[in-house]
C-alpha cells in the first residue's frame, strides 16, 4: 500500500476523480484530517513513537507525513504567502520519493522522538487552518485545477489511516502486557458456522480496471479485456477451524506444499501459525485490536503471508485465485462489508448474503496469485507522480477487497493493493478458487 505525492500539473496520470470534481471536497478533506486524529485520540506519546519493525512506522510519523503531503504538494506551491511550520520537517516525513530530495531514512523513523506527539498535532492544525483559507479564497479556476489534488490526498491519509492501525497492532503485540488499543469489547458477531459452498463462472472475454468516472489510482487502469477460462471462487473467506486443521495436519513441516522461497522462509522466522498466534492453557489465541483474545473458529484467518495462503491452498487441493477472477465475482456486488465502519476492527464470521460470494469486501485483504505488474497501456507519468506506483511493479502480488482496517468509502471492487509475498502484519487472508 503506497502513500503518494504528485505536481498538480501531472495529476490526472497518477489518480483519477471524474468529471464530478468541480471544486475542493472540502467536507471529505476535513472529516478525514479529523479522522486520522481520532484515532490516536487514547495513544500515549511513547505508543505514537515507537516503531516495531522496519515495515511498520510510528503513529505520529503517519500523522506527519499526512500532513507533509498537503503542505509540500498544494500549500506551498499554490497558496500565497504560505509559511510552512517548520522547513525541517521537509525533510523528515517525506517517505521514499526522490524528486522532493533527501529524506530521514525509513528504519530510523521510530528515532524520532522529537517532534513530540502534540507538536505534530500542532503541525497538522497549522496545515489544516491554511488548507481552510485556501478553499475560502481559492478562484474557481484554482479549485478545479487543485481538486484531483486534494482528492489524492484524501484517499492517501485514508490509507495511512489503516497503516496507523495495522502498525499499532504489531507495537501491541511485541508488549507482553498484550493491551488493547479498542477500549471497548467487541460486538457479538454472528456464530452459523458458514456454508462450504462455490459460485461458478464462465468463461469468455471479460473487462477488468477501472473506468467511468470517481477516483481511482492509475494503477488501476487502463481497463482492458482478458480472457477468462470457466472458474469457481469459494462462496466464502478461509476460516481459523480450517487453518487449524492445516497446522494440525503437518501444514507448516510440509515441505511439498510450499514453494520454494516459502519453506526457506518458514524455517528461517520458524513459523508454526499465523502471525499473532499464541497458545495460552492449551488454546489457541490471537493478538488483535481488542488484546489478546481467543480464537473465532468460523471467523475468517488473517495475518498469513501469500506462501502460507498458496501452501494452504495446495493442501486443500484448489488454488488461489487470480486477480482478475476476483475482480469479475466483484463486479456489481455492494461495495459494503466489515469495514473501519462497523467499529469491529475484526474479520467477522460470514453472514448471509441474497447473491454472489460473501466477504469480498471488508474483512480481510484477499491474497491472489496475480503478479504486481502494469496492466497493458500503463505508462506512468514522468517526475514525482512515476514514483507513485510504477515503480513498486515487481516482486509483490496482489490483494483485493479491503480489511477491516480499511476506511469508508476508500474501496472500490477494481482497487489493486499489493504487498512482498513474506508480509503478514496486514490483515491478509484468502478465498479459495478453482478450474471449472
Given at each position: 500500500m503506497?502513500?503518494?505525492n504528485v505536481p498538480a500539473a501531472q495529476t490526472a496520470s497518477a489518480a483519477h476523480a471524474g468529471s464530478e470534481a468541480e471544486g475542493f471536497p472540502a467536507e471529505r478533506l476535513f472529516a478525514t484530517r479529523r479522522q486520522s486524529l481520532a484515532l490516536t485520540d487514547h495513544l500515549s506519546d511513547a505508543d505514537q513513537t515507537v516503531q516495531s519493525m522496519d515495515d511498520a512506522s510510528p503513529a505520529k510519523w503517519h500523522l506527519a507525513h499526512t500532513t507533509w503531503f498537503f503542505e509540500a504538494f498544494i500549500l506551498r506551491d499554490h497558496m500565497p504567502?504560505?509559511?510552512?511550520?517548520?522547513?525541517?520537517?521537509?525533510?523528515?516525513?517525506?517517505?521514499y520519493y526522490e524528486n522532493e530530495g533527501e529524506r530521514h531514512p525509513r528504519p530510523y523513523r521510530g528515532m524520532i522522538t522529537r517532534p513530540s506527539a502534540d507538536e505534530v498535532r500542532q503541525y497538522r492544525a497549522h496545515v489544516d487552518g491554511w488548507l481552510e483559507k485556501l478553499v475560502t479564497t481559492s478562484d474557481e479556476a484554482l479549485a478545479r485545477k487543485l481538486a484531483p489534488l486534494v482528492e489524492l490526498g484524501i484517499h492517501h491519509e485514508q490509507q495511512h489511516q489503516e497503516l496507523l492501525l495495522t502498525d499499532i497492532l504489531h507495537l501491541f503485540a511485541q508488549n507482553p502486557l498484550k493491551p488493547a488499543y479498542a477500549l471497548e469489547a467487541p460486538r457479538s458477531a454472528p456464530h452459523a458456522a458458514p456454508a462450504d459452498t462455490w459460485s461458478s463462472f464462465d468463461g469468455g472475454i471479460r473487462r477488468i480496471g477501472?473506468?467511468?468516472?470517481?477516483?481511482?489510482?492509475?494503477?488501476?487502469?487502463?481497463?482492458?479485456?482478458?480472457?477468462?477460462?470457466?472458474?469457481?471462487?469459494?462462496?466464502?473467506?478461509?476460516?481459523?477451524?480450517?487453518?487449524?486443521?492445516?497446522?494440525?495436519?503437518?501444514?507448516?513441516?510440509?515441505?511439498?506444499?510450499?514453494?520454494?522461497?516459502?519453506?526457506?522462509?518458514?524455517n528461517r522466522e520458524g513459523w508454526r501459525a499465523p502471525l499473532y498466534w499464541l497458545k495460552r492453557d492449551g488454546a489457541w489465541h490471537q493478538m488483535s485490536l481488542h488484546g489478546l483474545r481467543p480464537i473465532?473458529?468460523?471467523?475468517?484467518?488473517?495475518?498469513?503471508?501469500?506462501?502460507?495462503?498458496?501452501?494452504?491452498?495446495r493442501f486443500a487441493g484448489k488454488r488461489l485465485p487470480l486477480e482478475s477472477e476476483w475482480e469479475v465475482a466483484a463486479a456489481g456486488l455492494p461495495l459494503k462489508g466489515n469495514t473501519v465502519g462497523t467499529g469491529e476492527l475484526r474479520p467477522l464470521v460470514a453472514g448471509h448474503a441474497s447473491s454472489g460470494p460473501r466477504q469480498m469486501i471488508g474483512d480481510v485483504w484477499e491474497w491472489t496469485a496475480s503478479p504486481y505488474v502494469a496492466y497493458p497501456g500503463f505508462k506512468p507519468a514522468a517526475g514525482a507522480v512515476g514514483e507513485y506506483n510504477g515503480k513498486f511493479m515487481v516482486n509483490q502480488l496482489v490483494l483485493r477487497g479491503g480489511s477491516c482496517a480499511t476506511p469508508e468509502g476508500?474501496?472500490?471492487?477494481?482497487?489493486?493493493?499489493?504487498?512482498?509475498?513474506?508480509?503478514?502484519?496486514?490483515?491478509?487472508?484468502?478465498r479459495l478458487a478453482e478450474d471449472a
Open positions: 503506497t502513500t503518494a504567502g504560505y509559511r510552512p511550520y517548520d522547513d525541517r520537517f521537509f525533510y523528515l516525513f517525506n517517505s477501472h473506468e467511468g468516472g470517481g477516483f481511482f489510482y492509475d494503477n488501476e487502469g487502463p481497463a482492458h479485456e482478458v480472457l477468462q477460462r470457466p472458474f469457481k471462487l469459494a462462496d466464502r473467506l478461509v476460516t481459523n477451524r480450517e487453518w487449524l486443521a492445516f497446522m494440525e495436519d503437518g501444514g507448516y513441516e510440509t515441505a511439498t506444499l510450499w514453494l520454494a522461497d516459502g519453506w526457506g522462509t518458514v473465532e473458529l468460523d471467523a475468517p484467518v488473517c495475518h498469513v503471508s501469500y506462501y502460507e495462503a498458496d501452501a494452504f491452498a476508500h474501496i472500490r471492487a477494481t482497487y489493486r493493493n499489493f504487498f512482498y509475498p513474506h508480509h503478514r502484519w496486514q490483515f491478509m487472508g484468502l
